[in-house]
């Protein structure tokens, strides 16, 4: 659907405040899942420390904690900002995708699926787990949609709009990551990734398709774990093997959220393609088996 710069503008702002408001249910999901409490009970958020309830006015989504300078109004005890740069990153990804994608199901789409990646990611980051409530829902969830989406005609947004290519994308992207789990496995002698790790990318490959889940798997992920884990080793100082610990699931989640977006000008740069040319190799595998 075609938006005036008027129309635009105002999704563009609704956007980043939806981003903001739910990235404040985030934060509670990303506590609360894996302690195995309710996201409902209780309704109000508590402070830790003195246990009483915040009020709406002092939990504003991103701008509350600077408004307050990090301290509960009752008791002083210190907050981290991190709630505040949670909601902060999923209104800068809300605002991203409806910039790229506009008002269409894409966006939907997306929007429920980078709201996953976040929950799934610090989660991953505080327990080195991601729960099967996001990777297994997702996994059924995200072929669903392509699929419903597709045969009634509004799949077009989508950056792997063919179920067929969605289905395969999930299938490709878990199976050779276990793969390359069995095969480090046998490397290191010990387990080389978690199981989640293959969920995640199940469900992540239904919408990036074969090709971008190698791309993450083998390229954008292991870069970014590399970069973040040297740049934090130069910082710190402190022995590799502290770091040998750090889950990989933040980085497969970022590596997607790069591929999705720009994996076909990355590919395209690299080669010395035409703009373009890359968008035939989603289907690449139908046509090699003939299908
Ligand atoms: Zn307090």
Redesign the pocket.
Known sequence: MELNPLEFGFGLAASFAAGACIGSFLNVCIYRWPLGMSTNDPKRSR?F??K?EIPWYDNLPIISWFLLGGK?R??G?SFSIRYSMVELLNALLFLHIFWTFGLTAATAVYFLWAAMQVVGSFIDIDHTIIPDRITLTGTILFPLLVIVLNLSGHSESLVVSDWRDALFGAAFASGFIYLIRFLGTIAFGREAMGLGDVKLMAMNGALLGWWRSLFVIMGLGPALALLVVGVAWVISRKKMEKFAEIPFGPYLCLGSYVALFWANSILEWWLGLDPGSTAHLDSLWRRVLGW
Do not use: T
């Open positions: 402070c420390n003195c009483q509960c009752q008791c005890a």
